[in-house]
């Protein structure tokens, strides 16, 4: 069974400019997280997305949004990029209905460099 | 105070021993609870979910709950050096809930 891809792997913007990382689950997998780590901040829930629908989201500005296809693959955007937003960007899937073991598998990250 | 909290470590364990990594939570309406691996460079890896008070195992690893005293922790038996990572304790809601909140992890280090 495939992983979670994300893609692209890395990415270098210089400030102002916008990005849009791209996260395909895993085959059955309805629900798609997403997380910023940092060294300074560690592991900081983004959003999530169930059905195409934002059913829940973190503490981050609104220059993070995101969407989820109907083939719930998912892409996160980033716009007027800051120095603060260089990170490892990573995507998590997981069954998302409300009935049992729901542990969260991650992605291999974006990792997003701000010049 | 921080949601979710674990020693970072470094903590070094003898090869064939056993390393206990500890995480507190906060929230006492959490119901899930995950621990996950992280090598240098590398993406999150699940070890262990736990939902239930008491022990669970798998293989070389053990998690264990303790909801009234908001504690959850991580044995590994039999310690090796591909055991050597960053081992982040996650915490959940309810199910379906599928925020979950991180620690900072807990450096591990296996030593031969």
């Known amino acids: 069974k495939a992983g979670v891809t994300q893609t692209p792997r890395y990415l270098i913007k210089t400030r102002g400019q916008q990005v849009t990382l791209s996260c395909s689950p895993i085959?059955?997998?309805?629900?798609v997280s997403w997380y910023q780590q940092t060294p300074g901040q560690g592991l900081q829930f983004l959003f999530e997305?169930?059905?195409?629908?934002?059913?829940n989201k973190g503490n981050f500005p609104g220059r993070f949004s995101g969407r989820q296809f109907s083939n719930s693959r998912s892409e996160m955007n980033v716009s007027t990029l800051e120095l603060g937003d260089s990170a490892l960007y990573l995507c998590?899937?997981?069954?998302?209905?409300?009935?049992?073991?729901?542990?969260?598998?991650f992605g291999d990250g974006t990792r997003l460099s701000i010049l | 105070q921080k949601e979710v909290e674990q020693n970072s470590g470094p903590l070094s364990v003898p090869e064939g021993a056993i390393a206990s990594l500890n995480c507190t939570y906060s929230?006492?309406?959490?119901?899930?609870f995950f621990w996950y691996r992280q090598y240098s460079g590398k993406s999150p890896e699940l070890i262990m979910f736990i939902y239930s008070n008491g022990d669970k195992e798998d293989g070389r690893f053990t998690a264990q709950l303790n909801k009234a005293s908001q504690y959850v922790s991580l044995l590994i038996r039999d310690s090796q050096p591909s055991d050597s990572a960053t081992y982040l304790c996650a915490v959940g809601g309810v199910f379906g809930n599928e925020k979950l909140t991180f620690g900072t992890g807990t450096r591990l280090t296996i030593i031969p």
């Open positions: 085959s059955g997998h309805r629900s």
């Open positions: 998590a899937s997981s069954l998302g209905d409300r009935g049992g073991d729901q542990p969260q598998h």
């Open positions: 997305y169930f059905s195409e629908t934002q059913r």
């Open positions: 929230d006492r309406g959490s119901q899930s």
